[in-house]
Structure formats: C-alpha cells, structure tokens
C-alpha cells in the first residue's frame, strides 16, 4: 500500500508542477475547489462500496432487494443531475456547493444512526442522491470560471487526477474500518448510547469528512471569475427576490424540471436526437462493469475471498492509481487517433478482461510462495496465510486489465459526446445523454442480485483440516460457480465493442458531421 501511496504522490506532484504556470494567478477559489473535491470523494468512495453491504447485513435486504434498491437509487442520482444543471447559474457556484454540502452533511447524520430502511431513504439515501447530482457538476463549472481558457485544459486535468486520487482514499478508508473492527463488529455510540455496526462506522467517517468539505466552500467567494487576460473579477451576487437560497433553488429545479420536459419533448421529434441516443448507447454495456465493480463486487470478494479482505484495495484503489498513471500517457500517445478508434479498442480491451475473472484460480498456482505473493498477500493486502488463495491474482489481473481499457475509451467517451452533439443544440444533447445510462440501471441493479444469489449465496462454511483450515480454497472456492457472475456479466459488456465493429459506419459519419444532416436550432 506504501508503494501506491508513493506512486500517488508523485503523479500528483507531476501535475501540479506541469499544470504550475498555466494555473499561476488563479484565485484562491480554485484551490479550495480541488480540496473539496479531494475530501469529497473520500467520503463518498468509502460510503459508496459499503452501501449494498449494508442494506443486505444491517437492513435486512436479500441480495436481490439491495441490488434493485441501489439501481433505483442510482437511476435518481442521475435524473436528478439532469434537472439540478440549472441551479448553479441561478444561485452562484459558491450558493450552489452549499446548498449540495448542507444535503450531504445531513443525510451522512442520519446514516450511522439507523438501519430502518423507510428512515435511511427518506432521511439520507435522498438528500445524498440530491447532494450529489448539484456538488458534482458544479464542481466542474467552477473549474472553467476559473481558470484561462488557456489553463483550461491543464485545470481538468489535475481535476481528474485529484479525483482518482479521491476515490483512492476512500477505497483506503472503506478497507482500514473493516481491517481495524472486523467485517460485523458492532461498536458502541458515545454520548448517544446504542451500537453502530462496522458499515455504520464507515458513513460516520465520510460525515467527519463532510466537514471539512463545507468549511472550504464557505471560504469562497461568491462571483469570482478569472478572465483570459489573467485578471480577476468578483461580481457582487444579485439580490435574490426569489426569496431564501432554499426557496430560490426550489423554484429554479422547478424550472429546470420544465425546461428538461420540454428540451426533451422538442428533441425526441427529431431524428438527430436518436441517432446521438444510439450512438451513446453503444458504450452503456462496457459501462455497466462499474455499476458490479461498485455494488456487486463488494459482496463477492468478501465471500468468495473472506471477511475482513481488503476489497477496496483490489478496485478501489488499484483502479484510481492506474488511471492517473495511464490516462496522461495514453492521451499523448494518441491524441491523433480518433475518438471512435480508441472506443472499439479500449471497449474490446475492458470488456475482454472480464472474462479473465472466470479463469481457473489454478493457473496462477504457480505464483503462490514467491516474493509476488508475499508482496500482494503480506505488504499490500494483508491476507492471512489460511486466506491466501491464487483467487487474488485472478482479480487483481482482472481489474489491472480493465483500467487499461478505461485509460483508453473513457476520456474519449466524454470528447466523442461533446463532438457528434449537433452544433447549436450541444448542451440540450449532452444533458440528455445521460438516458441510455438511466435505462440499463433498470436491469443491472436487479441482475446483480440476482447473480449474487444465484451464484454466490450468502451462507457460512466449516472447513475442518488439521494444519491449514482455509487453505484448501487455494485451488477451488466454496463457490464452484462463482465465475458465472463474471462470464455473464463479460458476455454484455462485450456487446459495446462488437457494435462498435457493426456500426463503423455510422460512427465515421458523425465524426465527420455527415450524419444528421440539418438540425434545427434555437433561435
């Protein structure tokens, strides 16, 4: 773990000193705005892989009710950040990551507090759904406000990386609770009296966090933006008649939910909105494998590969560190290859590497007991010798893999959106191209529970050898079906690079603007 903390902290020092000269004389807001966003996805990537865990051991949900209640929640994260895109310009930046800080703050209260499932919904699941949609994409436009145009690219850039590095710490955090109290300890609440289960204690982290969080954006400034002149301008926010923030920002999300109902009635009548639609559905199969990395992939390497086992580690923090290294490589490598060739292979790529997660853990045999296995079992996982199984190998192959191709079709992903959105019409299309994403959340929550129970059914084993009580699972796992998740879940994902293939065509032809032919614009 030392060794990709170490690697963290050099890429991060890389970009900043890269992105120094163009982010000189950028205001403070910037800055705080980065540490936000650090502090932010800590909290969220530890409380974000214990949340099915959970659902299922503290609330009582089957694996298939917490996977189906996840989509569900994961469907309202992302209409609610299609409706919320107009309450920054409506309230300001600064207003804005308040109004979404407050949100969070308050649902991370009530988290650790009970495990109803009607009080968890209404009282956090919600707010933090809402907080969120509005933190997220604020965070974003505060980037562009301010920095140069020129900066602009160089001030993404370390965003991105800060927010790996984010998602790293909370993988970190999510492990070192489960590490420290056990996979279902129980621990006392001071003061308050009653128990916290381990999960609980793992949302309380991300509530200390949120802290921090919001005392950063208090001290920004509302109105600030740096010109591409390099000089600063704060302009005095406007009285707001509307009435309080929170009455402000009601009727904004009103309006947005208005305008959203419209855009979207204007563009389904068009054929141009559904042949982007298409286009952006292509790649949703590949980006299912986050939503199992996420959600099922917490429960399956706990029982498959133990209780207490450093999961967040295998994706959560394996993942973040690889991109941050790849993503800068790969973009300057292939800056000259178009979006739709670095799709289909880095589509193929990922896809491709789920399948290695159904290989036979008996081909890595020959691994065990050399200074490989002693590095990822004793130095960086931590995994007690009756644990240590080939298995490990076989995933952290399989997520080492996988970011490859993420590194690959990602970043394009997000310039191919922005490219084939027709001109005068692009923020209605990028707005709405989060649909094809909303639908597939409609099967792949409830298919993850499925797989899970189908699969890997939660239940105890009570293996009874006279030396090495777990080493048995060496070779073969409890779960002799266990790979069926990962065969499944591949034969999808491997969907999006075939189609690729199949509709070159069309994919050249929005490339070169031929595609659409005229689109009406507004006036």
């Known amino acids: 773990m030392l060794f990709f ?105 009530f988290m650790p507090l009970s495990d109803s499932l009607l009080w968890v919904t209404l009282l956090s699941f919600v707010p933090i759904a809402l907080g969120t949609a509005i933190v997220g994409p604020v965070l974003s436009v505060g980037i562009k406000r301010f920095t140069t145009s020129e900066g602009a690219a160089l001030g993404f850039g370390l965003f991105y990386t800060l927010m790996n590095v984010g998602w790293a710490a909370g993988g970190l955090i999510f492990d070192g609770i489960r590490t420290a109290l056990g996979e279902h300890a129980m ?12 999960y609980q204690v793992i949302f309380t982290a991300s509530l200390v966090l949120t802290i921090p969080t919001l005392l950063l954006v208090l001290f920004m400034r509302e109105g600030v933006e740096r010109m591409d002149d390099g000089s600063i301008v704060v302009t005095p926010a406007a009285p707001r008649a509307e009435g309080t923030m929170w009455h402000a920002t009601a ?71 690889l991109i941050v290294l790849l993503v800068p490589v790969i973009a300057a490598l292939t800056k000259k290859v178009s979006s739709y060739r670095m799709m289909s292979i880095g589509t193929a790529v990922s896809a491709g590497a789920v399948f290695l997660a159904a290989l036979p853990p008996s081909l890595y045999e020959p691994l065990m007991g050399t200074w490989l296995a002693d590095l990822v079992f004793n130095t960086w996982l931590g995994v007690p010798v009756g644990q240590q199984t080939p298995l490990f190998f076989v995933m952290i192959v399989y997520v080492m893999v996988f970011t490859v191709g993420e590194a690959i079709w990602s970043p394009r992903l997000l310039q191919f ?33 499925w797989l899970l129970t189908t699969y890997t059914p939660e239940r105890t084993f009570i293996l009874k050898l006279a030396d090495e009580p777990l080493r048995v699972m060496g070779a073969v796992s409890p779960y002799a079906d ?20 199949a509709f070159a065509k069309v994919f050249h032809m929005a490339e070169r603007k031929e595609l659409y032919g005229k689109v009406e614009t507004p006036a």
């Open 417 to 449: 959106t922005a490219e084939i959105a027709p001109a005068g019409r692009e923020g209605s299309y990028i707005a709405l191209s989060y649909l094809p994403f909303f639908a597939a959340k409609l099967v792949v929550g409830p298919l993850s529970g």
């Open 5 to 109: 903390l170490i690697l963290l902290v050099i890429v991060l020092i890389n970009v900043i000193l890269a992105s120094r000269g163009a982010l000189k004389g950028s205001p403070k807001e910037l800055w705080f705005l980065y540490a936000a966003k650090v502090v932010e996805y800590s909290a969220y990537g530890g409380a974000n892989l214990a949340f099915v865990l959970f659902l299922s051991a503290d609330v009582g949900l089957s694996d298939q009710q917490a996977g189906s209640y996840i989509g569900v929640w994961s469907m309202l994260v992302t209409i609610a950040t299609i409706l919320v895109g107009a309450v920054c310009d409506a309230i300001g930046i600064k207003r804005t990551l308040i109004l979404g800080t407050l949100l969070l703050l308050f649902a991370r209260v």
């Open 482 to 501: 266990h790979g069926m998740i990962w065969l499944i879940v591949g034969g999808m994902a491997l969907v999006s690079p075939i189609a690729f293939v």
């Open 251 to 321: 009727v904004v999300m009103k309006k947005a939910a208005a305008d959203t109902g419209r855009i979207f009635g204007k563009a389904v009548s068009e054929r141009a909105f559904w042949v982007f639609i298409f286009l952006l559905a292509i790649p949703v199969p590949v980006r299912m494998v986050f939503f199992h990395f996420h959600y099922t992939f917490p429960k399956y390497g706990i029982r498959v590969l133990g209780d207490g086992v450093k999961i967040g580690n295998i994706y959560s923090v394996l993942n973040p560190v």
């Open 187 to 198: 621990v006392a609440i001071p003061l308050l009296g009653g128990e916290m289960s381990t």
